[in-house]
């Protein structure tokens, strides 16, 4: 198990960035792939970015490529979100994730058991 705290939410305009961070804890966190999922109000949790434990292979949604980049700095336990060029329907909680493999990297809500609280994201028009 892993315990996991977002955070760099906030209030930004539209066209600005936001860099959101996850925390784990446990000495084994080199050995989980991470993923950062967003849930808007009244829809589904929705794929945003996945990192593979050693960071060599990413994996994005469609509505964040060449906006948002996801990295991981193992040596501090933490995962980032770099999220450029903001939009309006950016705007939702967006929840880290962490599953252990060292051989898969993946992209449904369903395949993590491990998440955080979430942290709010708003891009005002």
């Known amino acids: 198990q892993v315990q996991l705290v977002e955070s760099g939410g906030g209030l930004v305009q539209d066209g600005g960035s936001l860099r959101l961070s996850c925390a784990a804890s446990?000495?084994?966190?080199?050995?989980?792939?991470m993923g950062w999922f967003l849930q808007a109000p009244g829809k589904e949790r929705e794929f945003v970015a996945a990192i593979t434990w050693s960071g060599g292979l990413t994996r994005y949604a469609d509505s964040v490529k060449g906006r948002f980049t996801i990295s991981r700095d193992n040596a501090k336990n933490t995962v980032y979100l770099q999220m450029n060029s903001l939009k309006p329907e950016d705007t939702a909680v967006y929840y880290c994730?962490?599953?252990?493999?060292?051989?898969?990297?993946?992209?449904?809500?369903?395949?993590?058991?491990?998440w955080g609280q979430g942290t709010q994201v708003t891009v005002s028009s």
């Open positions: 994730a962490a599953e252990p493999s060292t051989s898969y990297i993946y992209t449904r809500s369903y395949q993590y058991h491990n």
């Open positions: 446990g000495r084994t966190f080199y050995s989980y792939v």
